[in-house]
């Protein structure tokens, strides 16, 4: 099963926009059994598979969801938690969880 994440990095950008902080964000489809988090929002990235999405450079400067980061962020989360799709019982995603962070889950047979 492919795994999803929404990375966000500090983005570069010239001129007088050099006094606000930008972001970009992106959501990225992560290899099978790669454990942390990449790098950098590329599709050459240690543990990356593709780039599902991603943003432009967009002002962080709000809170508010006015903001247009901020707007982005939401609907790039509620994406990523569709694209993650849920597990089928409360054992799974436990099993899923424990996967994700490293350790080895085997199923065994109880007598």
């Not at 990449?38 to 709000?62: E, N």
């Not at 962020?73 to 019982?89: H, I, T």
């Amino acid at each position: 099963m492919a795994r999803y994440i929404l990375m966000d990095k500090t983005a570069q950008v010239r001129g007088k926009a050099r006094s606000f902080p930008y972001r970009h964000l992106a959501i990225l489809e992560l290899e099978e059994g790669f454990v942390g988090e990449p790098t950098m929002i590329s599709a050459r990235a240690k543990g990356v598979k593709r780039i599902v999405t991603q943003s432009g450079a967009l002002r962080a400067g709000g809170s508010t969801t006015k903001s247009e980061y901020v707007r982005t962020k939401l609907e790039y989360e509620a994406r990523v938690k569709q694209l993650n799709g849920p597990a089928d019982s409360p054992t799974e995603a436990l099993i899923a969880e424990l996967a994700r962070r490293g350790f080895v889950c085997e199923p065994k047979e109880w007598a």
